[in-house]
């Protein structure tokens, strides 16, 4: 198991793409191909989660939204999320620090993000190389409320 990350925060701007957007990480040197991604968010703030989006696309071009009208209007504080297809749950309201399975939908996202459809599953990356560049694309949907991903992902 290989495990990579990005300890920079992630901004979540009122009612625009988070900065920075997209936020990367860049795989290199590991051989083999891939048999399961998870991904986390780490430190996950925002006054209404229901306006957050989140999308993941691998270095081969899959894309996965993590995160889409999920999590309601109850504040999020702090949170650790992980997505995990063998996560038992979705995404519920409150959101707490947990595993869940990639939540909700997201019908597009701004550009340079790549366009939908978007897969639910994060077993669309398996068979594929790591390595390469993958991007986290969230924005803010909706206006009135921001946050952060203060430890990355």
């Known amino acids: ?3 990579n990350g990005n300890g920079a925060a992630i901004t979540i701007i009122d009612y625009a793409v988070a900065s920075p957007y997209p936020s990367t990480i860049n795989v290199s040197g ?7 991604v998870t991904a986390s968010l780490l430190g996950f703030s925002h006054t209404y989660p229901w306006d957050i989006d989140v999308l993941l696309v691998g270095p081969d071009g899959h894309k996965v939204a993590l995160m889409g009208a999920a999590g309601g209007g109850l504040n999020a504080d ?8 063998d996560a038992v749950e979705s995404i519920g309201e409150p959101i707490v620090s947990g595993t ?3 939540t909700g939908s997201i019908a597009s996202m701004p550009s340079p993000a790549p366009s939908a ?4 599953e994060l077993a669309v990356f398996n068979g594929s190389s ?10 803010d949907a909706a206006s009135g409320d921001s946050g952060s991903v203060s430890g990355g992902w």
Do not use: E
């Not at 702090?78 to 297809?85: A, G, S």
């Open 100 to 102: 869940y399975k990639p």
């Open 30 to 36: 590991v051989s083999g191909t891939i048999s399961k």
């Open 1 to 3: 198991m290989t495990t």
């Open 78 to 85: 702090n949170v650790n999320i992980t997505f995990d297809d």
């Open 130 to 139: 790591p390595n390469g560049a993958w991007s986290l694309y969230l924005v």
């Open 117 to 120: 459809p978007f897969d639910s």
